[in-house]
């Protein structure tokens, strides 16, 4: 059995949406001539959706009204533009409008409670996020069904199960585990493939909850790993995981083969096409993750196992993120390490996902790296918990960038952090802030955004990743 996850990339529009369905048709037929029925799949919602169902939110909060509307209306186009394009004359249309149309009336009405209460909490969040996700599943069951493939839409709310911990939530796996028995299973067993909505979740009480930004990665190590399933492939739009990104550096190579934890390391500096949490599910179990590019197939991708082969080369990689804000938070000399604890809970308590954070006591102030998207919404939580003492500064420096350098043990003699060091000096590159973890391998830097893609590919020449 092979779960399959598909990101937002790979649907974002109607001709992605026909080239996932040939990828899953021809993985199912031939898994089955084998004599290994069994597919599954896990779906992200459709490219930037989610972003936008989260604008509608705080739009929806803020009173603005027509904002929130506007995004139900793109959200409407942009899904009916799939459906008309691939089932424009199929019997499945019918049913597919109706839902679609549930769906997002569904979607308003929670936005004119937002409205109503003026407030938006975690909850609230995960409440309209989880939409996009819904409507991604079933169009690409019935497109499936289309082709002539039994398929069903299945929401995760109803299989995978969760702590109340909104905008973050951790599956609670015996639960989990018997509701894919009892509702996946059945399913397999009739040669029915599941489309299984990511990211999202519910309580036991079935309170929607969110697995994090980025979490579909997450649902499908869920599922695999309740399933049994032999391996997970993780489909994006990149051929695996790379030295660098392969739209920067021309030259960015594959890493063929990864330890569990060089690719959990990868991951948690944030490399795109792996969510942090994902690696936690399989390696209990034991299972197998491949990434692969959906829109080149045949590539063998990333394979990540517990052991990888001997023969395999070892090489660090170089993780850029652009489309960032630096929000800093400053006090005068009665600033404690207690109200950068409060800046960074209330944030995370409003679903508000910090990428990186420096502290200078010296200089009484809290750096936060932030998605430009957060920004405004960052402010006005900050500004409501520290807006009445005095001495209070809250500044923010637009685009900036993040680089982090995540080698292997015994890569070189002289060693990650230093080669990274010494390469950033020699290029003159203006580093704002430094994180490091505790480990000697993995270094990250906050950088003007102008300055990061010149700075990547001077990295990657002078660490030989091109060699």
Not at 179 to 197: M, S
Not at 425 to 445: D, H, L, M, W
Request: a neutral charge; charged letters at 20%; glycine letters at 10%.
């Amino acid at each position: 059995m092979i779960v399959h996850k598909f990101g937002g990339t790979s649907l974002g529009e109607a001709r992605r949406f026909s080239n996932v369905a040939d990828i899953v048709a021809e993985h199912h037929l031939r898994t089955k001539s084998l004599g290994r029925p069994g597919t599954v799949v896990v779906v992200s919602a459709m490219s930037q959706v989610t972003n936008q169902l989260i604008q509608g939110s705080r739009a929806a909060a803020e009173g603005q009204e027509n904002v929130w509307r506007q995004v139900t209306a793109g959200l409407r186009d942009k899904h009916l533009a799939v459906v008309d394009s691939l089932l424009g004359r199929s019997s499945e249309r019918r049913e597919i409008m109706a839902f679609l149309e549930d769906r997002l009336n569904n979607l308003e009405r929670l936005y004119l409670s937002l409205s109503v209460l003026g407030e938006l909490t975690a909850r609230g969040g995960d409440a309209t996020a989880c939409f996009g996700e819904q409507l991604s599943a079933a169009i690409l069951a019935a497109v499936l069904r289309e082709r002539g493939l039994a398929s069903q839409a299945l929401s995760a709310s109803e299989i995978i199960v969760t702590d109340d911990r909104f905008g973050a939530a951790s599956p609670i796996p015996d639960e989990t585990r018997r509701r894919l028995g009892k509702k996946v299973r059945p399913l397999l067993e009739q040669d029915v493939i599941p489309v299984i909505t990511g990211y999202i979740a519910a309580t036991e009480k079935g309170i929607p909850t969110t697995l994090g930004r980025g979490g579909s990665d997450y649902s499908a190590a869920i599922i695999g790993a309740g399933l049994g399933a032999d391996e997970v492939w993780i489909w994006s739009d990149v051929d695996g995981i790379l030295t660098a990104d392969p739209n920067i550096v021309g030259r960015a190579r594959t890493l063929s083969e990864l330890s569990y934890a060089e690719a959990a390391e990868l991951a948690y500096y944030g490399a795109d096409v792996l969510h942090p949490k994902t690696i936690r599910p399989v390696v209990a179990v034991g299972i197998p993750l491949r990434i692969l590019n959906s829109f080149e197939p045949r590539h063998p991708g990333t394979l990540i196992v517990k052991t990888p082969s001997p023969g395999r080369r070892p090489l660090p990689a170089i993780i850029s993120t652009s489309g960032l804000s630096l929000i800093i938070l400053g006090r005068d000399e009665s600033w404690t390490q207690s109200l950068a604890s409060r800046a960074l809970q209330r944030l995370s308590e409003n679903g508000l996902e910090v990428l990186m954070f420096s502290q200078s006591l010296a200089e009484h102030r809290l750096n936060l790296v932030v998605r430009k998207q957060d920004q405004a919404h960052c402010l006005k939580v900050l500004n409501g918990e520290f807006g009445g003492p005095a001495g209070l500064r809250l500044g923010v420096k637009e685009k900036v960038a993040t680089i982090s350098v995540v080698g292997v043990p015994g890569w070189n003699e002289v060693g990650t952090i230093s080669h990274a060091f010494a390469a950033l000096g020699k290029r003159g590159a203006r580093v704002i802030s430094v994180t490091q973890a505790a480990s000697e391998n993995s270094i990250s830097f906050c950088l003007p955004e102008e300055q990061m893609e010149d700075t990547v590919r001077f990295l990657h020449g002078e660490m030989g990743l091109e060699n």
